[in-house]
């Protein structure tokens, strides 16, 4: 038969009848008129074609046959109940699989913060980090592979929308025993014959960049280029080089004992951004997400910002 000949609201009067034993307990409960709920079980015995109650003066009892169905109209009722409930986890966005990429510091050690905090209004989203060099960040949004992705600024982006988070100037990350780290202020030409090591080819253009038409004499050049960030940052921590990197790096530059020394005239900044598609819609939990994550990244860097930093 036909699945469309049943519906929900005749299974609600079979089971309300059935639990009450009794059609006017079980149009009150309903909202219904007794006329009404008869109607509903009408309908549904013809369209079942057996007796569901067996009906007195007196009482209302299941008959044989709707003991049996009465199991199979309760499943049907629970995975509604089921399927409605999904369905308004995701009108508002409390479930769903967010997929967000982000470089090395910000995958490590900022965004697990974020979603613990996200995830405690919404357990039921799931927010998956995915470790994104800088420079894929942007196509892995136009490809689809990312619903979402945190990272420094990058110019001429189509289909990707950029929303700024915060600024952070580049600055020197340096040993204690470092002969800068006795500097409080830097200038670009103190840096030219200092050994740096760059961490990525995107921090050595950006260093390029700085000083594309500074003279011969005060171009800053990397001695080294590493992969990762967390690599320039223990090569400094030996003494080993200094690396230039957003101030933002602190959270993992501090705990290593490294200071930070600012270089100015000019001082240059690097914007971190959410980026998101222009061109899909982003599912109802991706939203969300990066609705409170813009607000948690400004929130964060205020509060970095007002942590004791090494001297």
Not at 63 to 75: P, Y
Not at 186 to 197: A, G
Not at 211 to 236: C, F, K, M, Q, W
């Amino acid at each position: 038969m036909p699945l469309t000949r049943f519906t929900l609201r005749q299974f609600e009067a079979f089971a309300a009848v059935a639990d009450l034993r009794s059609f006017s307990a079980a149009s009150a409960q309903m909202g219904l008129s007794s006329s009404a709920v008869s109607q509903l079980i009408a309908e549904l015995e013809t369209t079942l074609g057996f007796r569901l109650f067996d009906r007195s003066t007196r009482r209302v009892d299941l008959s044989s046959a709707g003991r049996d169905f009465l199991g199979s109209a309760r499943s049907v009722l629970r995975h509604a109940q089921m399927a409605e409930s999904a369905a308004s986890d995701v009108r508002n966005r409390a479930s769903g699989v967010v997929r967000v990429g982000a470089p090395l510091v910000l995958a490590s050690a900022v965004l697990p913060g974020a979603i613990r905090a996200f995830c405690a209004d919404r357990p039921n989203v799931v927010v998956r980090i995915r470790d994104t060099a800088v420079d894929d960040l942007v196509d892995r949004i136009a490809g689809g592979d990312l619903d979402l992705a945190v990272g420094p600024d990058r110019s001429g982006i189509g289909q990707v929308e950029a929303m700024p988070a915060f600024d952070s100037p580049w600055v020197l990350w340096c040993s204690p025993g470092h002969p800068l780290a006795a500097r409080k202020s830097l200038v670009w030409t103190d840096l030219r014959d200092v050994r740096l090591v760059a961490a990525g080819r995107d921090h050595e253009r950006s260093v390029a960049q700085m000083h594309l038409n500074a003279p011969e004499g005060t171009r800053i050049r990397a001695v080294d280029v590493v992969d990762n960030i967390s690599t320039a940052l223990g090569i400094a921590a030996q003494g080993l080089a200094a690396t230039l990197a957003p101030a933002y790096v602190g959270v993992v530059a501090l705990p290593l004992g490294l200071v930070m020394r600012r270089v100015r005239a000019p001082e240059a900044i690097r914007q971190v951004c959410v980026y998101r598609s222009t061109v899909r819609a982003s599912p109802p939990a991706a939203e969300a997400f990066h609705e409170f994550l813009l607000g948690w990244l400004k929130d964060w860097h205020r509060a970095s910002k007002a942590r004791p930093t090494a001297k």
